[in-house]
């Protein structure tokens, strides 16, 4: 495009210049050959007045001089056309020359002219012919003749000297046009190459001339719409990094399709939701991209009715994630329409909630269980059984029993509650665990002597101490412990060790009971859940003794993890970090 621009302007001035002296040639060379011809034709016509001026009788005399002089070919015609005499041909041997056209203007106008091949000398001549008069009547004609290779001669000599002139004006003409297409396509060319500039990307700042013409105007008029053009950008770009914040500081995930139904844009937050199981789903469709039936069907009913449709979906296999959508349409893109699907992850609050109605119905249930023992009891002793003591005393040991383990339930309860609310009082000091460990072992003895099991206590004298509340450690081992008592059979064993190392020390409780499925090893620690409910109400547990220690250790900055196989027994790891001694 650079090129073509100056050669075109080059090529313009170019063609100008070679047509504008080809004419200026034409013109010149018919010019000259016309100035030529008429000097000559004057020349002999006054040659031919002369010899009309002079007497017949010397005519013959003045034919041969003049001929002589003037070096033209002389001829003398009588009134008949016939050649009298001749100054280079014999007269006789010459033919009519009435018709000639030379003669015929002569004896009309009289004078006449032409130019025409000579037959009789093979060039082209110049012929003036004028009448001898004697009084009013014409007695002959007298002829001058001038070949015309002279002329051409003299026209190529002068025809000469204009080429050279012409060349050499070309030249001057062409470099004058060189530097003038030069410096009309040079502002051109300096605007082409800044907006290739701008169509890169690139910001060159701004075009300037030196110029005063309609360039100058066409530059200042790009740097405005430039400068006009970069405030666009830079407030696009603030507009984008403000939209880019806020899409990416929302937990909710924005995903924007065009009218041919292909994702065009995905928020960061969805980006890094959907990046583990879909990856990059830029430029597909929703069915491509998350293979999902109720996205789907929800859409096309948002395309159908134009409405803002809003719903909830699962995604997801092993882990699925609930979300709850909406898709709406954007406005301000006259050109296409635009949809918008806005993402909300629900999966822990539907969590949250599926626990907390598990939480009512469970506490309910375990309320219920003692309670209707407690009452049908009491509605048995007010129907009469009173009057035997024996079983008066047996029901009122069982109501008693009952109402101990709602006691326990309730206290479990509201210890749950102070640890979730932020409301439980932690008396935190320098705390050794061998001591706590064994006051906890002392506590329990007496219930595992009861069943044949023996507590093995290696708890190493030399662990480091911990900052904790005393309490509320005492409160974790005997929940661990009492478990481990109660679910191991007759005869087995419990052993207490601890490893320290440089983050925090690591207290593993394990017994030789039954074990734990490995599909409940996940739920230990929620509230209520028990691995054998049935079992786990007759030892008299409230189903919220891990849960509290869950709770707890979180409360001191550490964490448990049960080990455990069917018929080999669980193991109890408790982490207590070191940070805060």
Not at 18 to 23: H, R, T
Not at 432 to 437: G, K, N, S, T
Not at 441 to 459: P, S, T, Y
Not at 479 to 499: H, M, Q, S
């Amino acid at each position: 495009m650079k090129r073509n621009l100056f050669l075109k302007i080059f090529s313009s001035y170019l063609i100008i210049i070679l047509c504008g002296f080809a004419v200026l040639n034409f013109l010149i060379k018919d010019e000259i050959r016309r100035i030529m011809t008429d000097k000559i034709e004057s020349e002999l016509l006054t040659d031919a007045e002369l010899i009309d001026l002079g007497s017949a009788r010397s005519m013959s005399a003045q034919l041969r001089q003049i001929a002589r002089i003037s070096g033209s070919r002389v001829t003398l015609v009588d009134a008949a056309g016939r050649v009298s005499a001749d100054s280079e041909k014999d007269a006789a041997a010459l033919e009519n020359h009435l018709n000639r056209p030379e003669i015929q203007e002569a004896r009309l106008k009289g004078k006449g002219r032409s130019v025409r091949f000579s037959r009789s000398l093979g060039v082209e001549m110049l012929y003036v012919a004028v009448p001898i008069r004697s009084g009013p009547t014409i007695t002959g004609y007298v002829r001058l003749a001038r070949p015309l290779h002279d002329v051409q001669r003299l026209i190529d000599q002068v025809y000469r000297s204009i080429f050279l002139t012409i060349v050499m004006v070309s030249v001057v003409a062409l470099g004058v046009a060189l530097f003038i297409s030069y410096k009309l396509a040079w502002p051109i060319r300096m605007m082409e190459r800044f907006t290739e500039r701008l169509r890169r990307g690139e910001m060159p700042g701004s075009i300037l001339l030196r110029t005063s013409d309609e360039t100058k105007k066409l530059a200042d008029n790009i740097n405005y719409l430039v400068a006009e053009l970069q405030d666009k950008i830079r407030l696009a770009n603030e507009e984008k990094s403000k939209l880019m914040t806020a899409l990416t500081s929302i937990n909710e995930g924005v995903l924007i399709l065009n009218n041919a139904e292909r994702i065009e844009f995905v928020s960061p937050s969805l980006a890094g939701l959907l990046a583990g199981q879909y990856g990059d789903v830029g430029g597909k469709t929703l069915m491509e991209a998350f293979r999902n039936l109720e996205l789907q069907q929800a859409f096309r009913h948002f395309r159908q009715s134009r409405e803002t449709v809003a719903g909830e979906i699962t995604l997801g296999g092993a882990d699925p994630v609930i979300l709850r959508v909406s898709i709406s349409e954007i406005h301000g893109y006259p050109e296409e329409e635009k949809s918008m699907i806005v993402f909300h992850d629900v999966t822990r609050l539907k969590k949250l909630e599926r626990i907390r109605t598990d939480f009512v119905a469970n506490v309910t249930h375990e309320i219920r269980t003692p309670l209707t023992a407690i009452i049908g009891y009491l509605e048995t002793l007010q129907t009469g059984a009173l009057a035997h003591p024996e079983d008066a005393r047996r029901f009122v040991d069982i109501m008693l029993k009952q109402a101990r383990r709602l006691d326990r339930l309730v206290e479990d309860l509201l210890t749950i509650s102070q640890i979730e609310l932020g409301e439980m009082r932690f008396c935190f000091e320098e705390v050794a665990l061998p001591d706590v460990v064994s006051g906890v072992v002392g506590l329990m003895e007496a219930k595992a002597a009861a069943k044949g099991l023996h507590i093995d206590n290696r708890l190493p004298e030399n662990l480091p101490s911990l900052r904790g509340d005393r309490d509320r450690l005492s409160q974790v081992f005997v929940n661990v412990l009492d478990n481990a008592v109660k679910f191991t059979p007759e005869g087995g064993r419990v052993t207490i060790g601890a490893e320290a190392r440089a983050e925090g020390v690591t207290v593993t409780i394990a017994d030789t009971g039954a074990g734990i499925p490995r599909e409940d090893l996940s739920r230990l620690g929620e509230r209520f859940y028990r691995v054998d409910k049935t079992r786990s109400r007759e030892l008299g547990g409230t189903g919220l003794g891990l849960s509290i220690v869950k709770h707890l250790l979180l409360a001191h900055g550490g964490k448990m993890d049960i080990e455990s196989q069917p018929g080999r027994g669980t193991k109890v790891s408790l982490f207590f970090p070191l940070q805060n001694v």
